[in-house]
Nanobody
Framework: QVQLVESGGGLVQAGGSLRLSCVASGGMFSRYTVGWFRQAPGLEREFVAAQSWSGYTTYYADSVKGRFTVSRANAKNTVYLQMNSLKPEDTAAYHC?????????????????WGQGTQVTVSS
């Protein structure tokens, strides 16, 4: 089990960019498939992106494809979510989740470890 801490959220104007970080402790992040999910008030949790533990496979939700990019810095036990061309509908709390050698999945049920989240607010 790893402990996950997200950071990098904030308030940004539409069209702007943010980079979220997910730092893991208690395990080697290179062994973990990582997912990013978001949840806006009153709405269900939504899949954003996921990257396999090997880094070879990355999936994105259609709503963020071409705007968001997942990358890893295994030496820092960190996974990033670069978010460009942000839209007001991207406003949500963003959570990273991980599962050791888990499948690269859009389903939250495939992830065992979760961070507390970081708030992203995009103004119009």
């Amino acid at each position: 089990q790893v402990q996950l801490v997200e950071s990098g959220g904030g308030l940004v104007q539409a069209g702007g960019s943010l980079r979220l970080s997910c730092v893991a402790s208690g395990g080697m992040f290179s062994r973990y498939t990582v997912g990013w999910f978001r949840q806006a008030p009153g709405l269900e949790r939504e899949f954003v992106a996921a990257q396999s533990w090997s880094g070879y496979t990355t999936y994105y939700a259609d709503s963020v494809k071409g705007r968001f990019t997942v990358s890893r810095a295994n030496a820092k036990n960190t996974v990033y979510l670069q978010m460009n061309s942000l839209k007001p509908e991207d406003t949500a709390a963003y959570h990273c989740a991980a599962n050791e050698f888990g499948p690269t999945s859009a389903s939250a049920r495939e992830y065992r470890d979760w961070g507390q989240g970081t708030q992203v607010t995009v103004s119009s």
